[in-house]
């Protein structure tokens, strides 16, 4: 009977040391906050430029568009973060213009069509409106916006027209722009945000798409996307 009283004492003597044990590695790995995230999106994209049609009213085509992310706290309000996308964009088509705003690209040179595959990688500090030193800490809605450095290579097909009729030619070109990027996060759990971001990539060029001049401002890509987040744990030996 003393034997069966001692080993059932141990036994729950035991149990409580892990289950103390296992509250104390949870508690631990909570505490530790989890400042590193990465982040993929996937959305639409056009471009503000000479040939895309009228941007203001909408009127010019969308294709796909989709990023990857890495990112880093810095500060409670700020992270750093680099971006990694592609966006697919083309030009409206020829009959959407005028036959004077058609002839005068003819005798100047300028292309009436493009398509472009744009990738691009930039580096940016974000502000997120809503701070936190935690990542059991964040808000479960908050905005942030960012802007930073970046360069973009523009593989691409323009069409010029001459007396012999259309002519196409593949491009490629490599130009430095201004990414402004912002967004409305959602908390879906303790480690995974949701968010809706969009972005401006204000390029020093105004030769994406093959034509100069025709709009009052460079050629800006734009695109909406939905992204998802995920907070990284980079305690390996705490599980």
């Not at 800490?137 to 009729?165: A, D, I, W």
């Not at 959602?186 to 709009?215: H, K, W």
């Not at 987040?229 to 980079?234: A, D, E, G, K, P």
């Amino acid at each position: 009977m003393k034997k069966e009283i001692i080993i059932t004492t141990l036994a729950l003597f035991t149990g409580f040391l892990c289950s103390n044990t296992l509250y104390g590695q949870n508690f631990y790995k909570e505490k530790i906050s989890r400042n590193q995230y990465l982040q993929a999106g996937l959305g639409l994209g056009a471009m503000y430029a000479d040939n895309s049609g009228r941007f203001r009213g909408l009127e010019v085509k969308t294709g796909p568009s989709v990023s990857f992310t890495y990112g880093r706290k810095i500060h409670s309000n700020v992270d750093l973060r680099g971006n990694l996308g592609y966006q697919r964009t083309q030009s409206q088509d020829q009959n959407y213009f005028t036959n004077q705003v058609v002839q005068s690209w003819r005798e100047n040179g300028q292309a009436v069509g493009s398509k472009n595959n744009l990738i691009y990688l930039d580096l940016m500090p974000t502000l997120h409106i809503v701070g936190s030193t935690n990542h059991t800490q964040r808000k479960r809605v908050n905005l942030y916006l960012g802007t930073g450095l970046g360069l973009l290579f523009n593989l691409s097909e323009v069409t010029n027209l001459s007396e012999n009729g259309s002519e196409r030619k593949k491009r490629s070109q490599a130009v430095p722009y201004i990414p402004v990027r912002g967004g409305l996060s959602y908390r879906l759990n303790l480690y995974t945000d949701i968010a809706i971001e969009g972005s401006v990539l204000m390029t020093f060029s105004d030769e994406l798409d093959g034509n100069v001049g025709f709009n009052r401002f460079n050629d800006y890509p734009v695109s909406g996307q939905i992204v998802f987040r995920r907070y990284l744990n980079t305690i390996k030996s705490v599980e």
